[in-house]
């Protein structure tokens, strides 16, 4: 096995590699720039350890690493907004959305207003 193809391999020896996903549903309190850092930071210590019970320390601080420095540049949700941060060792991406079940109940009460 090759040095690169050793490095992605978990601790159970499957093909995988340490990544987040973390969804922070909307609350009116993560308006507050400084309330959602502390909770994002909050969130990686907890992630962190979940991390570091498949993997090895070496490939979780890599992860770490870049959601921390990720913390800053997150938006505060806006209008209900939902907010999706996706972390592995070779991406992040931050996605702003609205959650599809509440979709479905306004175009459900939008569609009743009209009949």
Avoid at 24 to 51: A, G, H, N
Wanted: charged share 30%; net charge positive.
């Amino acid at each position: 096995m090759n040095k690169e193809k050793h490095a992605l391999m978990g601790s159970k020896g499957s093909n995988t590699i340490p990544c987040l996903s973390v969804i922070v549903p909307y609350q009116s309190k993560l308006k507050v720039k400084k309330v959602l850092e502390d909770f994002l930071s909050m969130r990686t210590e907890i992630e962190e350890k979940e991390l570091l019970k498949s993997f090895p320390p070496g490939m979780v601080s890599e992860v770490i690493r870049k959601f921390r420095k990720m913390i800053p540049t997150i938006d505060c949700p806006r209008n209900g907004k939902t907010i999706g941060i996706f972390v592995s060792p070779f991406a992040e991406k931050v996605y702003y959305f609205s959650p599809s079940h509440l979709e479905d109940v306004r175009l459900h009460s939008t569609s009743h207003r009209h009949e």
